[in-house]
């Protein structure tokens, strides 16, 4: 039997009562579905599951995504499957090693970006008795409702520039990679593609600028309302325990990772990304 224990906070909740190392039967997958529009952020406990397994049950909620770095941190025969890790073998990293450490949605800087993710707890760091590297949640739905009526008046028809090529990053994109994804313009508030709740489509380092609007004028719009969607009462902090599987909808919910731990704590997760739609 299935039961969704929600987690109290902004968004998240525990999904009790399915093996993923079984095959997801239809009634099972419509409770999900349901808990997953409502919640944003679903884990999976204490789960045993190989990358086919992995795959398969990512599947079902859509199209795969391959990432842009899966030839540097992929699986051999299963490109779907994105390694995050700081495990090194013979002097060489394993996985994306410093992923996420900002407030983002995925791919946000896409045409069409991630509709959801999945993340597979294979290892996770721990330190005296204490597990690290967390991931927060900010409900940006919740976020949007809490506008007052002005503002959200004022940022409905706005749309936001996405610039893969000029986000804030310590590295630059390498222009291979920045010529697959030009720049895009998404609205700020954006329409979830199932319930059509509206939830706030901006973040600091991701949106670059606000189509029409002088960059200064735009970058304290950006900064008022990326501000705004990461307060205490809007965010869910996941602290990972081995065999969690986590999903995410990128339509309800911006994450970072926190980075909190070093070698030799070891952390390998094992993540797909399923394709969404262009917002609207």
Same mark, same amino acid.
């Given at each position: 039997?299935? @039961?969704?224990?929600?987690?109290?906070?902004?968004?998240?909740?525990?999904?009790?009562? !399915?093996?993923?190392?079984?095959?997801?039967?239809?009634?099972?997958?419509?409770?999900?579905?349901?808990?997953?529009?409502?919640?944003?952020?679903?884990?999976?406990?204490?789960?045993?599951?190989?990358?086919?397994?992995?795959?398969?049950?990512?599947?079902?909620?859509? +199209?795969?995504?391959?990432?842009?770095?899966?030839?540097?941190?992929?699986?051999?025969?299963?490109?779907?499957?994105?390694?995050?890790?700081?495990?090194? +073998?013979?002097?060489?990293?394993?996985?994306?090693?410093? *992923?996420?450490?900002?407030?983002?949605?995925?791919?946000?800087?896409?045409?069409?970006?991630?509709?959801?993710?999945?993340?597979?707890?294979?290892?996770?760091?721990?330190?005296?008795?204490?597990?690290?590297?967390?991931?927060?949640?900010?409900?940006?739905?919740?976020?949007?409702? *809490?506008?007052?009526?002005?503002?959200?008046?004022?940022?409905?028809?706005?749309?936001?520039?996405?610039?893969?090529?000029?986000?804030?990053?310590?590295?630059?994109?390498?222009? @291979?990679?920045?010529?697959?994804?030009?720049?895009?313009?998404?609205?700020? =508030?954006?329409?979830?593609?199932?319930?059509?709740?509206?939830?706030?489509?901006?973040?600091?380092?991701?949106?670059?600028?606000?189509?029409?609007?002088?960059?200064?004028?735009?970058?304290?719009?950006? @900064?008022?309302? *990326?501000?705004?969607? =990461?307060?205490?009462?809007?965010?869910?902090?996941?602290?990972?325990?081995?065999?969690?599987?986590?999903?995410?909808?990128?339509?309800? !919910?911006?994450?970072?990772?926190?980075?909190?731990?070093?070698?030799?704590?070891?952390?390998?997760?094992?993540?797909?990304?399923?394709?969404?739609?262009?917002?609207?």
């Amino acid at each position: 039997m299935v @039961e969704i224990r929600p987690s109290g906070f902004a968004a998240g909740a525990e999904v009790v009562g !399915v093996d993923l190392a079984q095959t997801v039967d239809d009634d099972t997958f419509a409770q999900i579905s349901e808990a997953f529009d409502t919640y944003g952020v679903l884990c999976f406990r204490n789960q045993d599951i190989t990358v086919d397994q992995h795959v398969a049950f990512s599947s079902l909620i859509g +199209e795969l995504e391959i990432n842009y770095n899966a030839h540097l941190y992929g699986i051999d025969g299963s490109p779907e499957i994105y390694i995050i890790s700081n495990i090194t +073998e013979d002097g060489r990293p394993i996985g994306s090693r410093r *992923a996420g450490d900002n407030w983002h949605s995925d791919m946000i800087y896409a045409e069409k970006p991630a509709r959801a993710t999945m993340l597979y707890a294979v290892e996770v760091p721990i330190l005296d008795g204490m597990t690290l590297g967390g991931t927060q949640f900010a409900n940006s739905a919740a976020a949007y409702d *809490a506008l007052p009526d002005t503002m959200k008046q004022k940022i409905t028809p706005l749309k936001g520039v996405f610039d893969f090529s000029q986000r804030k990053r310590s590295v630059p994109p390498k222009p @291979e990679v920045a010529a697959r994804y030009p720049p895009v313009a998404h609205p700020l =508030v954006r329409s979830h593609p199932n319930t059509g709740r509206k939830s706030l489509n901006v973040m600091r380092d991701d949106c670059t600028g606000i189509a029409d609007m002088a960059q200064e004028e735009a970058d304290r719009l950006i @900064e008022a309302l *990326a501000d705004h969607i =990461v307060r205490p009462e809007f965010v869910y902090q996941h602290n990972w325990q081995k065999g969690d599987f986590v999903m995410w909808d990128n339509c309800t !919910v911006q994450h970072r990772a926190i980075l909190d731990y070093d070698l030799p704590q070891r952390r390998l997760m094992w993540r797909t990304t399923v394709k969404g739609e262009r917002p609207v």
